[in-house]
C-alpha cells in the first residue's frame, strides 16, 4: 500500500539522496519527479540510492524523514556494509518474470558492498498474502509448500551465481555476501502464544485493518480470513527476526508490498529502538496493465522446464520502443550513458531492434547463463532464418522446447524414401490427392526449404541433418520433428 505521507518517492528536490550540488526547496509530494525525470547530471553521484533512483529501480522509500537523513550516509562507500533482504513466497516452484525486479534490487545492494538476504516464505506461503488479491489462495500442503520452496531456492542461486560469474568484473571491489534462508526455520518454531504475546502484542489492529489490502477484501463478499489478517504481522516478524540475527536494516520488496514493509518496521523499531527502513520497486505489467504473475495467468517463468531460454528472449525481444529503454534501466547493469548510446543509434536505425535485442541477451544471460543465451540465439535462428546450421547444432532439448506442441515420430530411412513418403508416415499430410497437391503447391517444407517434387528422395546432409534430425512443416504453423533411427 502506498503510503504518501509517510514513504517518499525516490528522485525528490531533497538532493536525489547524497547528490552534492545543494537541493532547492521541496515540492509538495504529488509535484515532485522521479529520479528518470529529473534534469541530466553526472552519473554515478550520490551513491547506491541516487544511481538507483535514476535508474528508476528504487521506487519508494519509508521511513522518507529518517531515510532522506540517515540512508545515503550509511551506504556511503567505505562505511561498513548494510544488510538487505527481500522475500520470495513459493506459490509456485518456479520464479517468474515479475520477480526479476526485487532480485536485481538485491544484486545492485550486493555490488555495493552490502550483504543481501533473499527469504523463501516456506511459512508464510501457507497462509497466503492478502496484498492485492480478491480472494484467498487456495491452501497448499506443507508437503507442496516444501517442494516449490526447493524449487525457488535453486531458482535464486541461479541467479546469484550467473550474476557473479558474468556480471562482476574481477577486481571490481567487494561484492557482498548473498545468503539464501527460508523462513519456515524460525517461523515453524515459533510457538504461537509466544508469538502473540511478543510481537503480535506490538502490532496495533488499528493499523493492520487500515491497510488497502485489509480494507478491500473485508468489503469482499468473500471477506477475510484470520490466516491472511495475520500474514504482515509474521512477514514483519522476519524482519524483526534478520535484524536480530543477521543486522538487518533494509527490507526490499515490490510497489504492493509497502504496508507489510510498514509493519516491520513498526514491530523491529518498537521492540529494538532501531532504524530500520524499506525500499520498493516498481510493478511490472502487461500492455493491458495487469501484474505479470501466475495468478493472472500470464507468467514468464524462469525455470527452463517452464520457460525456454528461447521464450524468454523473444518476450524481451518483443518489447515495444515506448518500453525497451525503461527495461534496459531495470532489467540490466548496462551503464546509463551506454543505454542512451543504444537508443541514440536505435533512432537511426530502427530496423534492426537493437535495444531489445540487448535486453533480451542480457536478461537470457543472467537468468540461464552463458549457455542458455547461445540456446536461445540458435533457436531464434532456426525458426526465423531457417538456418540449417542452427538447426544442426540443437540438442534434443533445445528442438522440444522451440517446438513443444509439435508432435515427434522416431523413424527409419528406407531405400528410395521419398518427401511423400515422409510426410504420409509422419502422418502429416491427409492421404490421397490433397496431401499429394500439398506438396505440389509450395505448402511443405524440410529444414527450413521448401520441397514441391513429392517424389524427391531424401538425401542425407539435405533433408535430414547431422544430427539426424529432420524439421518438417505443413503450412506455416504446423511442424513435426523427425528423428531418423539407425542411420
Known amino acids: 500500500m502506498a503510503a504518501p505521507t509517510l514513504g517518499r518517492r525516490c528522485g525528490r528536490a531533497a538532493g536525489l539522496w547524497g547528490c552534492s550540488r545543494r537541493a532547492p526547496p521541496p515540492l509538495p509530494l504529488p509535484l515532485r519527479r522521479r529520479a528518470h525525470e529529473q534534469p541530466r547530471r553526472a552519473r554515478g553521484a550520490g551513491g547506491l540510492l541516487a544511481a538507483q533512483c535514476e535508474r528508476g529501480l528504487f521506487q519508494e522509500v519509508f521511513p522518507a524523514q529518517s531515510a532522506e537523513e540517515q540512508l545515503p550516509g550509511l551506504l556511503e562507500p567505505g562505511r561498513p556494509p548494510l544488510t538487505a533482504y527481500c522475500g520470495f513466497d513459493p506459490t509456485a516452484d518456479s520464479l517468474h518474470v515479475g520477480h526479476l525486479l526485487p532480485v536485481m534490487a538485491l544484486l545492485h545492494f550486493q555490488r555495493a558492498g552490502h550483504d543481501v538476504i533473499a527469504v523463501v516464505g516456506g511459512a508464510t506461503a501457507r497462509l497466503g498474502d492478502p496484498s492485492g488479491r480478491q480472494r484467498a489462495r ?270 515427434s515420430a522416431e523413424l527409419m530411412l528406407e531405400p528410395g524414401m521419398n518427401v511423400l513418403d515422409l510426410c504420409r508416415k509422419a502422418n502429416a499430410i491427409p492421404d490421397g490427392p490433397s496431401g499429394y497437391q500439398k506438396i505440389t503447391d509450395g505448402g511443405v517444407s524440410i529444414n527450413g526449404i521448401r520441397v514441391t517434387s513429392p517424389e524427391t528422395v531424401l538425401i542425407l546432409g539435405q533433408h535430414i541433418l547431422k544430427n539426424g534430425v529432420s524439421l518438417l512443416r505443413i503450412g506455416k504453423k504446423n511442424y513435426y520433428i523427425i528423428k531418423w533411427l539407425q542411420l
Not at 151 to 174: P, Q, T
Not at 180 to 206: E, H, I, S, T, V
Not at 292 to 300: D, E, R
Open 138 to 407: 487456495e491452501p497448499a500442503s506443507a508437503e507442496r509448500v516444501r517442494a516449490q520452496a526447493r524449487g525457488l531456492r535453486a531458482g535464486l542461486r541461479r541467479l546469484f551465481e550467473n550474476h557473479r560469474e558474468l556480471f562482476w568484473a574481477a577486481g571490481g571491489g567487494r561484492l557482498g555476501r548473498a545468503a539464501l534462508l527460508d523462513n519456515a526455520r524460525w517461523l515453524g518454531r515459533q510457538p504461537l502464544l509466544a508469538f502473540l504475546g511478543g510481537a503480535g502484542g506490538r502490532l496495533r489492529m488499528g493499523t493492520l485493518l487500515s491497510r488497502q489490502s485489509c480494507q478491500a477484501r473485508l468489503r469482499s463478499p468473500e471477506g477475510m480470513s484470520l490466516a491472511e489478517f495475520l500474514y504482515p504481522a509474521l512477514q514483519a516478524y522476519d524482519f524483526l527476526h534478520l535484524h536480530l540475527r543477521h543486522g538487518c536494516r533494509v527490507q526490499l520488496g515490490g510497489a504492493d508490498q509497502m504496508g507489510n514493509i510498514m509493519s516491520g518496521y513498526e514491530l523491529v523499531t518498537k521492540m529494538t529502538g532501531t532504524d530500520v527502513f524499506g525500499i520498493t520497486v516498481p510493478l511490472i505489467t502487461s500492455t493491458t496493465g495487469d501484474k505479470l504473475g501466475k495468478t493472472a495467468g500470464n507468467a514468464v517463468w524462469l525455470n527452463r522446464d517452464k520457460t525456454s531460454p528461447f521464450e524468454l528472449y523473444q518476450f524481451f525481444v518483443r518489447q515495444q520502443d515506448n518500453i525497451v529503454e525503461k527495461y534496459l534501466k531495470l532489467f540490466t547493469f548496462i551503464p546509463l550513458e551506454e543505454i542512451d548510446h543504444i537508443m541514440e543509434m536505435h533512432a537511426k536505425e530502427p530496423e534492426k531492434w537493437g535495444p531489445q535485442k540487448r535486453l533480451a541477451a542480457e536478461v537470457t544471460k543472467l537468468v540461464h547463463g552463458r549457455e542458455g543465451l547461445e540456446s536461445a540465439k540458435r533457436c531464434t535462428q532456426a525458426l526465423y532464418h531457417s538456418s540449417v546450421e542452427a538447426l544442426e547444432a540443437m540438442s534434443d532439448q533445445e528442438l522440444q522446447e522451440l517446438f513443444r506442441q509439435a508432435p
